[in-house]
């Protein structure tokens, strides 16, 4: 079992860079695929990307590709994301999540254990 627990959000000016970051518990951390996803008030949850339990693979969504990096480190059980070039419709809820299905998926169903998420909000 995983818990995670984001910060890293707040209030940001559009076009700056800003970095979340995910800690989790758990003897077993590098056997679980890591993803984050967001929500914005009154849309579906979103995902942005994953990466593998050994850190060497990453998978990301096609629109935001380029603008933001996962990373993680299995020996302070942490994940990041790094995000750029921020623009007001990146508000919302940012979530770590963590799936023992041991492939990158973009399927929040496949993620099992989920944290309480971190708010951006990107002002214009």
């Known amino acids: 079992q995983v818990h995670v627990v984001e910060s890293g959000g707040g209030l940001v000016q559009a076009g700056s860079s800003l970095t979340l970051s995910c800690a989790a518990s758990?003897?077993?951390?590098?056997?679980?695929?890591m993803g984050w996803f967001r929500q914005a008030p009154e849309k579906e949850r979103e995902f942005l990307g994953a990466i593998s339990g050994s850190g060497g693979r990453t998978y990301y969504a096609n629109f935001v590709k380029g603008r933001i990096t996962i990373s993680r480190d299995n020996v302070k059980n942490m994940v990041y994301l790094q995000m750029s070039s921020l623009k007001p419709e990146d508000t919302a809820h940012y979530y770590c999540a963590a799936s023992s299905r041991g492939v990158l998926t973009s399927n929040g169903n496949d993620y099992y254990y989920w944290g309480q998420g971190t708010q951006v909000t990107v002002s214009s």
């Open positions: 758990g003897r077993t951390f590098s056997n679980y695929v």
